[in-house]
């Protein structure tokens, strides 16, 4: 029995030293990884890693002075988009923050939507209402192309570029049946040649991701030779995208994207709470691997993105380590318990703090608007601001 004992023991204490090694071996891959991400990705992350492991959870809360107030978030066609957009609607709206709305006056709007200021321009005097008398605005969170340079005509130096990616095929499958696209069609036709079917880069299938990203039209794909000599100008722009944002979520990783962010942003924890938006109950046609593999050429440029997105997005994650992936268990845990107290009627409930944020409450009206469909929360906005509709 002693013997056993002593055997144990040793195996224990062999085992907690190879663990020891086994971590720090971890941790020295960990920092190589890093390092080598971060001359091989961009110079832009190098700086924003310490900056959000630095991030003070507390700091925002004394007196909410250092929560960031400007953001960009581009908002993306069937991405999982309206679920994150909520978030910004809401911080801003009950902080009276100024949004970049479009007209949602018939004579003067681009599109027949009110939270969509164009499907295919940039931002311009025209496609948006002036920010009221004596203020500027402070967040853009609505569908447009996106154009570093026009961006920053319309918003603060200060302000935080946030995008949104998914897996370019479940993103084709999702428009494809929201938009009702090919629908007498054989999605095997479409896979197998797409060029066919695609009469320039405005659709919602072609490299739609890469399109609202704003990359420029001369990359898409207009032949059946595709474009070894473009790749150069495609990593460049994909370089550009990674030093002008500050944080590319991954629709696949949506609460360690949201606890990003919330670092990235010194917000709270109850800001970046949501629930999923109703998913469309009607089937969804998928693509077979073989199509998969057709369509792969033609999606070169959402697959680019959204490629270099999780290379990014995993340097981020890898750095910031067990901390972080505790703060995102606490979030999800929060999520669930604010769900339940929404189905309750119950009027007002507190939540305990965490290391990451002081107590708060959520009440009705907090619920109502983490509930809201989007246009209504955008016209509720637009009353704010300009004190009507039809603007
Ligand atoms: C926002 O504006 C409304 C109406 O002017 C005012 O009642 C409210 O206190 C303001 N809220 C904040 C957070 O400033
Ligand atoms: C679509 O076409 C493929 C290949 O031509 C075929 O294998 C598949 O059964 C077809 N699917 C449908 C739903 O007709
Ligand atoms: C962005 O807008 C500027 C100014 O209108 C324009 O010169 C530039 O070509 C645009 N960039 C892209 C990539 O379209
Ligand atoms: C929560 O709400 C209660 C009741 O209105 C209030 O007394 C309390 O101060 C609130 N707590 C926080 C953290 O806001």
Not at 243 to 252: A, G, S, T
Not at 345 to 368: A, H, I, M, Q
């Amino acid at each position: 029995m002693g013997s056993a004992f002593y055997l144990r023991r040793m195996v224990m204490f062999s085992v907690a030293l190879a663990m020891m090694f086994l971590t720090w071996n971890k941790a020295i891959e960990l920092v190589d990884e890093v390092y080598n991400a971060n001359t091989v990705l961009n110079e832009g992350l190098r700086g924003k890693i310490p900056l959000l492991t630095n991030t003070d959870p507390h700091k925002s809360l004394s007196g909410g002075k250092d929560e960031c107030h400007h953001v960009a978030y581009l908002k993306v066609h069937k991405t999982g988009s309206s679920s994150v957009q909520n978030i910004f609607l809401r911080f801003g709206q009950t902080r009276n923050l100024t949004f970049i709305l479009g007209h949602d006056n018939e004579e003067l709007a681009e599109t027949p939507y009110a939270n969509m200021i164009s499907y295919s321009n940039t931002l311009n005097d025209k496609n948006i209402v002036p920010p009221p008398e004596g203020s500027h605005y402070d967040i853009i969170c609505c569908h447009v192309i996106y154009n570093r340079t026009t961006f920053q005509k319309y918003l603060p130096t200060d302000t935080k570029y946030i995008g949104l990616v998914r897996d370019p095929i479940t993103r084709l499958e999702s428009a494809i049946r929201y938009f009702q696209l090919f629908s007498n069609r054989n999605l095997s036709e479409y896979a197998n040649d797409p060029l066919r079917f695609e009469k320039g880069p405005h659709s919602m299938s072609n490299n739609r991701m890469a399109f609202e990203f704003g990359y420029p039209l001369t990359l898409f794909p207009n032949s059946h030779d595709q474009p070894n000599d473009l790749e150069n100008a495609i990593n460049d722009y994909t370089d550009d995208l990674f030093d002008q944002f500050d944080l590319i979520m991954i629709n696949e990783r949506m609460d360690e994207s949201l606890v990003l962010m919330r670092r990235i942003l010194n917000w709270q924890i109850k800001d970046i709470l949501y629930m999923k938006k109703l998913v469309s109950k009607q089937e969804t046609r998928r693509f077979s691997e073989i199509d998969i593999q057709n369509l792969k050429p033609f999606l070169y440029l959402d697959f680019k993105l959204y490629q270099r997105s999780l290379d990014v997005f995993n340097t981020m994650v890898d750095a910031l380590g067990q901390d972080f992936q505790d703060e995102v268990a606490i979030f999800k845990n929060y999520k669930d318990q604010v769900i339940k107290f929404c189905k309750s009627g119950k009027p007002l409930e507190l939540f305990k703090g965490s290391k990451w944020n002081n107590e708060f409450n959520v009440t009705k009206e907090d619920c109502r608007l983490l509930n809201i469909f989007e246009t209504h929360l955008i016209q509720e906005i637009r009353k704010r601001q300009y004190g009507q509709i039809g603007n």
